[in-house]
């Protein structure tokens, strides 16, 4: 973990650790990731695990993994387990401390009584409708409930028969009595208990009301001591309700939140909603997609844990809402997979090519480097027969003068073998090449040529008896626009070229037992993953990123 999460320092948020740590005696930092099981994570998710787990491990302090399971409406044991495996596959572990806001039913329900009995606490019998007419708006202050004056006794009795199951779903709430004029609408007396018969992923039916997510959020962080509580920005008018809650219960300790801005990528939506509507509506093949951002996308996209923790590790901790383009996180998995990923031989669109003076059924192998970046990264066997196959797209009929690959008495270069000179193009009835006639040199194996003459392009090519075949699976940008819905609705932005499927590829003969996971560069061509769908009698790939380096070059300029 550590070699990536390196203090990068200087956010406001662990500047305001260190002092934490400077001004107590024996104090440390706990800090947790506290997702609602309601979908997979994103990338967005991402960056606050990074930033939770990491400060625990750079200040030696822990992280939880908290599930705030409070809406079992829309929470689901898929769920959980999928988050599970996500914040571990990032590298990240926590240990023994795994827990449910679920786990503290029981002291919430305890405390909502405590607020009663303290008169800050009543149940109201307006509608949802009523309660968002009375709530006032921005500018207009709200007025009470005309039941804001229970006595203790009365909501003491109703909240245990809201309990008991006494009532409807929705026919009663606990609120907070705070102040119905509040600047904040946050204190606008927010409800702290519903009525909900819904079975929830842990307690099943034991219970019929639930608290929000607000009444249970902070007083969860209380009771698991957690020291710095983080979130994202749109909880900071939140606060003061939390603080609240804080200062009037009997909590064992108090936590302090800091808000951060949410990570917003271009040409995608990181938002659950969203995405659940993608999946449920079959925009998209399911959570794991791979040109969905979920962790789980872009895992089976070919993407490493490494390279998101890079890309993480670049991103601003502050207060500044914007939006980081996707270009960003192209390139640091380019960068990442540039040292991690092996170099293999594939054509996607393959054309034959018969080299007329190499001898038939003569096979030699040349020494492939499987990673020049990287000094210890071994050599394979590469075999080379008489006939090979080259990318249609290296091919030209009528090339330009700056065209350095194959035309009618072009040479070029055949990566780690000889250089070719097509002789003779051979067509089908419709006109369509369908085979190139090419000479060898055969002195001019390792790149030079018998009369030194220079051969400027090289080009990759699979021998056509040893390659395999596979499948490749082709990804552009899920939303065409950079900022899907920003003019209308968010799925008419959809890219509806997002998937291209190629199905005549050919693998030089390594690849045979590439597993599921395995991630390589092919010559040439960009970074593709083994995909689950890999079985005994077809390889599938997924092209996870192309080579071209944009945003490198942009930064740079
Ligand atoms: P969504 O809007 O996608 O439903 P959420 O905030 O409701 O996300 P939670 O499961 O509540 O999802 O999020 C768990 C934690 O991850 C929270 O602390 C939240 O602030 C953080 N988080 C969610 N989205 C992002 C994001 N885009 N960037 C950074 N942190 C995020
Ligand atoms: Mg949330």
Redesign the pocket.
């Known amino acids: 973990m550590s070699e990536t999460t390196e203090p990068t320092g200087q956010d406001f948020i662990r500047t305001a650790i260190r002092s934490y740590l400077e001004t107590g005696t024996n104090r440390s930092v706990i800090t947790r990731?506290?997702?609602?099981?309601?979908?997979y994570?994103?990338?967005?998710?991402?960056?606050?695990?990074c930033?939770?787990f990491g400060i625990a491990d750079e200040f030696s302090g822990r992280c939880h993994l908290r599930f705030?399971d409070t809406n079992p409406a829309k929470e689901e044991l898929e769920y959980i387990e999928s988050i599970k495996r996500d914040v571990s596959w990032l590298g990240f572990d926590w240990g023994e401390h795994l827990y449910y806001a679920s786990d503290y039913f029981e002291q919430l329900y305890e405390w909502a009584l405590y607020l009663i009995d303290e008169g800050l606490a009543y149940v109201d019998d307006l509608s949802a409708e009523e309660m968002r007419e009375f709530r006032g708006t921005l500018t207009e202050p709200g007025r009470n409930s005309p039941h804001r004056d229970r006595s203790i006794d009365e909501n003491r009795a109703l909240f245990e028969q809201m309990r008991a199951g006494d009532f409807d779903d929705g026919a009663k709430v606990l609120r907070a009595k705070i102040d119905m004029a509040s600047g904040n609408i946050n204190l606008r007396d927010p409800v702290l208990y519903r009525i909900l018969r819904a079975e929830h992923p842990r307690t099943g039916n034991a219970w019929c009301i639930y608290p929000t997510?607000d009444f249970a959020h902070g007083q969860s962080d209380a009771i698991e001591e957690i020291t710095h509580s983080?979130?994202?920005l749109?909880?900071e008018d939140h606060r003061p309700l939390y603080d609240w809650f804080i200062e009037k219960l009997p909590v064992p300790s108090e936590p302090k939140q800091y808000e951060?801005?949410?990570?917003?990528l271009t040409h995608t939506v990181?938002?659950?909603?969203?995405?659940i509507q993608l999946v449920q509506e079959g925009h998209v093949k399911g959570w794991d997609d791979p040109r969905m951002p979920t962790i789980s996308g872009l895992r089976r996209r070919g993407v490493p844990p490494g390279a998101v923790r890079d890309f993480v590790s670049r991103l601003a901790i502050g207060k500044n809402k914007g939006t980081v383009e996707i270009e960003m996180l192209e390139f640091c998995i380019r960068e990442y997979l540039n040292t991690h990923a092996e170099r293999r031989m594939a054509v996607l669109n393959p054309l034959k090519v018969v080299i007329e003076n190499y001898p038939e059924g003569q096979v030699e192998e040349f020494e492939a480097k499987n990673n020049p970046a990287v000094e210890d990264a071994g050599t394979r066997k590469v075999p080379f027969s008489r006939v090979i196959y080259v990318d249609r797209d290296d091919f030209m009929e009528d090339p330009p003068k700056k065209f350095f690959r194959l035309g009618p008495g072009r040479e070029v270069r055949l990566r780690f073998a000889y250089a070719i000179t097509c002789a003779e193009i051979v067509k089908d009835a419709n006109g369509e090449v369908t085979e190139l006639r090419c000479t060898y040199d055969p002195e001019s194996k390792g790149g030079k040529t018998s009369d030194g003459r220079k051969v400027k392009g090289v080009i990759h090519w699979v021998s056509a008896e040893h390659g395999i075949p596979f499948e490749a699976r082709l990804y552009d940008h899920l939303f065409r626009e950079a900022e899907p819905g920003k003019s209308g609705e968010v799925l008419d932005d959809l890219n509806p070229n997002s998937l291209e499927v190629v199905m005549e590829g050919i693998a030089e003969q390594s690849l045979f037992n590439a597993a599921p996971g395995e991630v390589f560069q092919f010559e040439r061509t960009g970074y593709f993953s083994v995909d689950p769908d890999t079985d005994g009698k077809r390889l599938v790939v997924n092209r996870t990123v192309g080579l071209r380096d944009t945003w490198g070059k942009m930064q740079k300029a």
């Open positions: 990731f506290p997702p609602e099981p309601n979908g994570l994103h990338i967005g998710h991402a960056k606050s695990i930033l939770n705030d997510y983080l979130c994202t749109e909880f951060f801005s949410r990570l917003e990181l938002s659950k909603r969203k995405l």
